[in-house]
């Protein structure tokens, strides 16, 4: 069965720091990968996703992400970090042999301090 | 244009209630999900369905939950009778299709408390 790793759960950083979170799946298939978000008082939404193409991925408010296939990770990455990146950050992932059933990790805390 | 809508946000209730949850979808999506959010975990899916159709229902505890989607639109989830254990954050999410690379929109979620 599908997994998903994300080893940071509670990360603190003060404005301007650059920003690594990591994530890790358990497929050895074709997966699409995505980055939910999870601001205070409000509801998932997409960060950024992978399906094929460019493994470098560029999604909403300067966050990116990179596909590495043979480390099994999708880690997220945003090199200045500001007081409203403040979240819950989610990886999930899915896969065609499992009916695109989307796998979610336990989420990264994110406190910036300003 | 609207997100998903659900209600209640909140809900208390006493053990071996039952309780119910509303979910209206974007509209023209026609993949409808419903996932357990437990503090400090990720979303799990209890339910998919396609238009009417429940496509996935295997983690869906089907002794005190059930689920239906009529006309393919507006979704209810109910628990009877709740148990403790089922407080917890209860997200409905849509999209187009099932398709691997689409996104999946949530709504705000419903937060169960059962006492």
């Known amino acids: 069965a599908q997994s998903v790793s994300q080893h940071n759960h509670h990360v603190i950083l003060s404005e301007a720091a650059s920003l690594e979170l990591g994530c890790n799946y358990s497929y050895g298939g074709t997966v699409n990968l995505f980055w939910y978000v999870q601001y205070p008082g409000q509801h998932l939404q997409l960060l950024l996703k992978y399906f094929s193409g460019d493994p470098l991925v560029k999604g909403i408010k300067g966050f990116e992400a990179e596909f590495i296939k043979s480390k099994f990770s999708f880690n997220l990455r945003k090199p200045s970090v500001q007081w409203s990146d403040t979240a819950e950050y989610f990886c999930a992932v899915n896969a065609p042999d499992s009916s695109y059933k989307l796998i979610f990790g336990s989420g990264t805390r994110l406190l910036v301090r300003p | 244009e609207a997100g998903v809508v659900q209600s209640p946000r909140y809900k208390i209730i006493e053990k071996k209630q039952p309780v119910a949850f509303w979910c209206n979808p974007i509209?023209?999506?026609?993949?409808l999900y419903w996932y357990l959010q437990n503090l400090g975990q990720g979303p799990e899916l209890l339910i998919r369905?396609?238009?009417?159709?429940?496509?996935?229902d295997s983690q869906l505890p089907k002794d005190r939950f059930s689920a239906e989607r009529l006309k393919g639109v507006d979704s209810t989830l109910k628990i009877q009778p709740a148990e403790l254990g089922d407080s917890a954050v209860y997200l409905c999410?849509?999209?187009?299709?099932?398709?691997?690379?689409?996104?999946?929109?949530f709504g705000p979620g419903t937060r169960l408390l059962v006492l």
């Open positions: 509209s023209g999506h026609n993949t």
């Open positions: 999410a849509s999209s187009l299709t099932p398709a691997g690379g689409e996104t999946q929109y």
């Open positions: 369905y396609e238009n009417e159709e429940a496509v996935d």
